[in-house]
């Protein structure tokens, strides 16, 4: 099973509540390093069907299957990927994973932004650090070498990461002339526009879509989820979900934002806003 979103668009809290079913194991971390492997250090994450040789498919196959968390006791039916960058490439997914079940989550792209700005902006905690390390095999020292570079550089020249979440292309070019906020926002819109555009050519059956604003305000969502993937022990999903679900961040975009941001970035979104606001989203629920 492959999570879809933009970042911190819900992707992790639904990974976590997934995990919580015994017929599901997660890898804990995105591991886009697993999914970028032979691609140049600076090149966009966006990979075509055509990049996925088969040597490659069996790599990255591979891979996951190492990183994942112990299976439990029965197989669980599924594992649970979840790689925001993956919302650039999923023609490429398909092809490595040909029998995955695709979640899409989709937030509204003004709180998705300002909840990424924090992100880019916050110093990784040791605890983080060692779970990436862990997750990190030896053939990867040079993504980790080059992350660790990431974070050192950028935070002692302009107080953030160089990069940080999926590579857009244009990416570097904003960085380098654009408030962060826009690279946030034009983040989002990459994202979520490339992933609608590829998962419309996927069959009915193997995507699920839902809305981060309906996932934390109503259960009918999550227990949408649960019947999409035939998951016989929703329960525990249903616990933690009652424990740690809440809609405190829907719409901080208009509290945290000033009035020009708010301006700024309301119509920077505003085509894919309409989108998502727009059927089938409009009858989520």
Not at 56 to 63: E, F, G, L, T
């Amino acid at each position: 099973m492959v999570i879809l979103g933009a970042p911190r668009s819900g992707t992790k809290l639904l990974r976590d509540l997934l995990g919580c079913s015994t017929g599901c194991t997660t890898i804990p971390y995105g591991v886009n390093h697993v999914w970028r492997r032979g691609l140049p250090p600076t090149a966009p994450d966006h990979r075509s069907a055509a990049d996925a040789t088969k040597q490659r498919r069996r790599r990255i196959r591979s891979a996951l299957l190492d990183l994942m968390r112990p299976p439990r006791s029965p197989t669980p039916s599924y594992l649970v990927e979840k790689t925001c960058a993956n919302t650039l490439r999923v023609p490429f997914v398909e092809r490595v994973l040909p029998d995955a079940h695709f979640i899409h989550i989709v937030r509204d792209g003004r709180d998705a932004a300002v909840s990424a700005r924090e992100r880019w902006t916050r110093r990784p905690t040791l605890g983080y650090l060692l779970g990436k390390l862990r997750y990190t095999s030896l053939r990867d020292t040079s993504f980790l070498l080059r992350y660790l570079r990431n974070l050192w550089t950028g935070f002692l020249t302009d107080g953030h990461v160089q990069y940080w979440g999926p590579r857009y292309e244009g990416i570097r070019e904003d960085v380098g002339k654009d408030s962060l906020l826009t690279v946030c926002a034009r983040q989002w819109e990459a994202c979520v526009n490339r992933c609608l555009d590829d998962l419309a050519t996927q069959p009915n059956d193997r995507v699920t879509v839902i809305r981060y604003e309906s996932l934390v305000r109503n259960r009918a969502t999550i227990e949408r989820v649960i019947e999409a993937l035939n998951l016989s022990d929703g329960d525990p999903i249903r616990t933690r979900y009652e424990a740690i679900v809440h809609d405190r961040s829907v719409g901080r975009w208009r509290r945290d934002l000033s009035p020009s941001d708010q301006e700024t970035v309301d119509a920077l979104l505003k085509p894919t806003l309409r989108r998502i606001s727009e059927p089938p989203f409009s009858t989520l629920k």
